[in-house]
């Protein structure tokens, strides 16, 4: 079995409206031998990935797939499966795929959804070694590539807290682009973009942030709002925190300035050993520490997002019990270590106890004359940490007085999203009257506590954060147009981003011949791939966008943009060429172009081409209205479809006419004179693709009588629109 090339389809596609791998896979000989044929097959496949069973298949119900596999299937099925399954082992769970055949023998395409290039690549190649070793019953580890694949989810995908917001955005129907290789992520398009850095937005004040990081500051601003604060200070030596200890009046806090995950933290000092030990510690986690008064009570973190409390979790202190043989360490690694909650990966909500690394737990084993290395007695407990074991939910029960405190210490620093540490002994009653207070306000608070609480029910952070940025009328979307049809028939997409600039709108516009920003060509030569639609998608001052297509570039990258408001079919293109994608004949040639109709959105429009008979049957894939264009006033389906109160775009001679059933407005006789520079801007008949651009200006509300004044002056320099956030700043 041979993968002879693999393609990522980052955008919509003939498939899915998702990122996939396309596979082209020979089998060879193979195609002769059904899965039910090799002995021994099943049993093995079965054995090394039981996650099999969940696979539903065609059957539609679990173990669907092994049904199949009993019965009888081919091997391009069968990788298709396997991959999707040692992608779900290493955590990264995609439960679309597809196996086809093509019409040359024993060649396959198999298509896995997938997060990440590289992963789902490797994925595919892991699976055929797989499978290959199940047919020949040869060893293979597959623990070992699932660990491999493991890694890679870990380094290349999302972090769980950024994640959580581009899943709950996703639910909201609003688009989102990675920007690097790290946890920066767009949501939405153009002007109507917000940006997200794990638990930062691009409403969280730099200012805010470093208010945030001066600990001493962030204090004295909440107490002089009236927010209880222990008293502290900072201190750069170990005799300064014993006199300010000392200053402050025992037991005491010593903790880090920057620090995070609670590491340097030490509680309830009251020894001036236990003081300078602790600044230590803490020095070596952090650039500056801070010595301040022990309040007693539990500890808490409330997550505060656009001023409202939306989560809050309770810690615990870590403990464990004696059995008289073990050593500390032992225990920790057998009570503590051992709790699934618990390691080094980030989607984990606990750390891992590492004692002989961490000086912190060290010291809270000296305070009760222990060491890693000793023995405790069968009956007796030792706590191994205080601090950082964030694992309770206990959202529900936050006192309305504590919710208005935490909510007005992010206010007072300026956080939009904040994670505030407090003590108190009952989350449940005011603060003040238990002499509760707010030790800490975070920027980027850490999420994963939220998500994956180790008891109580976990919160949607993440969609609490999306529905900060964008309310509910919102949906991160500007108008998209997406234009496919014949090579040399630009003159529509040109037409419709000049409609839409002359209606105001910043509009960028990615075509055959170009770049362009407004009326500046930033870029010369073909603009019709991935790379030169997302640059446009990505620019915060653009209000519109404008992109051409073509079946090569849905075959080999899929679209640029997840749905469109607005998507153009000007003509069914040819298969010539495509023979590499397995595409030759009419009907698979219309499977690719549905792909722009099937990404119109229920609010927006598909524009076809009446007098192209393979383009009007594309209309029953709409989700949205259509409008149909013809040369041909009396062409049968635009007569039909205005019989059905539709709207269409006419030329009735040299006249153009809109009409919405019998309804008709003449917009334009396109012989006059004032219309020569338009009708000469492209060679042979420029009738049918200006009929195309006046219909989806149309559909996006663009004015009767804009259209027909941006007719007359099609190519004219004109003064670009501001976008808001221009205006804004000239303000």
């Not at 055949?101 to 290039?117: F, H, L, S």
């Not at 807290?161 to 992520?185: F, K």
């Not at 060491?371 to 069968?378: K, N, V």
């Not at 008709?664 to 492209?682: K, T």
Request: charged fraction near 20%; charge should be negative; proline fraction near 5%.
């Amino acid at each position: 079995m041979v993968i002879r090339r693999m393609a990522f389809l980052r955008g919509p596609n003939i498939w899915t409206y998702r990122p996939v791998i396309e596979a082209i896979v020979d089998i060879g000989i193979l195609e002769e031998q059904p899965s039910n044929t090799l002995p021994g097959f099943y049993e093995r496949l079965t054995a090394w990935l039981p996650g099999l069973i969940e696979h539903r298949c065609s059957v539609g119900r679990r173990g669907g797939f092994l049904m199949r596999l009993r019965d009888g299937t081919w091997p391009g099925h069968i990788l298709e499966h396997v991959a999707l399954e040692l992608q779900t082992q290493a955590g990264m769970k995609t439960g679309f795929g597809k196996a086809r055949m093509t019409d040359e023998y024993g060649v396959y395409k198999v298509v896995i959804r997938t997060r990440d290039e590289l992963i789902g690549k490797t994925a595919l190649e892991s699976a055929r070694d797989l499978v290959m070793a199940a047919i020949n019953n040869r060893p293979y580890d597959v623990a070992a590539t699932v660990a491999r694949l493991t890694e890679m989810v870990d380094q290349r995908c999302l972090g769980p807290s950024t994640a959580s917001m581009v899943e709950a955005a996703g639910e909201r129907g609003i688009p989102h682009i990675r920007l690097n290789e790290g946890n920066l992520v767009q949501l939405g398009y153009g002007s109507a973009q917000r940006r997200i850095w794990t638990a930062e937005t691009d409403r969280t004040s730099a200012i805010a942030e470093g208010i945030s990081r001066d600990k001493d500051l962030t204090k004295e601003l909440l107490a002089s709002c009236g927010v209880p604060v222990p008293e502290g200070r900072t201190v750069s030596n170990a005799a300064e925190a014993w006199e300010a200890a000392e200053r402050i009046g025992v037991p005491v806090v010593v903790k880090p300035t920057d620090g995070n995950h609670a590491r340097g933290v030490s509680l309830n000092l009251n020894t001036q050993q236990e003081v300078e030990e602790a600044f230590v510690a803490a020095e070596r986690e952090g650039s500056e520490v801070m010595v301040e008064r022990f309040i007693p009570g539990q500890e808490h973190r409330l997550l505060v997002v656009g001023g409202k409390v939306v989560a809050a979790t309770r810690g615990e202190i870590t403990r464990v019990s004696g059995d008289g043989r073990s050593t500390m360490a032992e225990l920790i690694e057998l009570q503590v270590n051992s709790d699934p909650r618990r390691g080094p990966e980030e989607h984990l909500p606990l750390d891992t106890v590492r004692v002989y690394e961490n000086p912190v737990t060290q010291l809270e084993l000296a305070r009760q004359g222990l060491t890693a290395e000793s023995i405790l007695p069968i009956g007796r407990t030792a706590v191994v940490e205080r601090t950082g074991n964030m694992a309770n939910d206990v959202t529900d029960r936050v006192h309305p007085d504590v919710a208005h405190q935490v909510s007005l210490a992010a206010r007072v620093v300026g956080l939009d999203i904040a994670g505030i540490d407090l003590v108190v002994e009952d989350i449940g009653q005011p603060l003040a009257p238990q002499g509760g207070a707010i030790v800490e306000v975070n920027a980027g608070p850490g999420l994963l506590m939220h998500l994956k609480p180790a008891v109580g029910r976990a919160q949607p952070v993440g969609e609490a954060i999306v529905k900060h940025l964008f309310p509910a009328s919102e949906a991160g979307r500007i108008p998209v147009v997406g234009i496919v049809g014949q090579p040399g028939d630009v003159l529509t997409a040109h037409l419709v981003a000049w409609l839409l600039q002359l209606d105001g709108r910043v509009t960028a516009l990615a075509c055959q011949d170009g770049l362009y920003l407004g009326q500046r060509q930033l870029s010369k030569g073909s603009a019709l791939g991935w790379e030169s639609g997302e640059r446009m998608l990505i620019n915060r001052t653009v209000q519109a966008v404008v992109l051409e297509t073509s079946a090569r570039h849905i075959l080999a990258e899929g679209l640029p943009y997840d749905r469109c408001e607005v998507g153009v079919v000007t003509a069914m293109p040819s298969s010539h060429g495509l023979e590499e994608f397995y595409v030759r004949d009419a009907e698979q040639m219309r499977n690719v172009v549905r792909t722009q109709i099937d990404v119109v959105l229920p609010s927006g429009a598909a524009v076809l081409n009446a007098d192209d008979a393979e383009v009007l049957d594309l209309a029953d894939y709409c989700d949205g209205e259509v409008i149909l264009y013809s040369l041909n006033e009396h062409n049968p389906g635009v007569a039909k479809h205005r019989a059905g109160k539709g709207r269409v775009v006419f030329a009735r001679e040299s006249a153009l006419v809109l009409a919405t059933g019998e309804r008709e407005i003449p917009l334009a006789n396109l012989s006059a004179p004032a219309f020569s520079r338009l009708m000469s801007a492209q060679a042979g008949d420029a009738r049918a693709p200006v009929l195309a651009a006046v219909a989806g200006a149309w559909a996006l509300g663009v004015s009767p009588e804009l259209i027909r004044g941006g007719l007359q002056r099609f190519g004219e320099p004109v003064r670009a629109p501001q976008a808001p956030v221009l205006q804004a700043a000239a303000q």
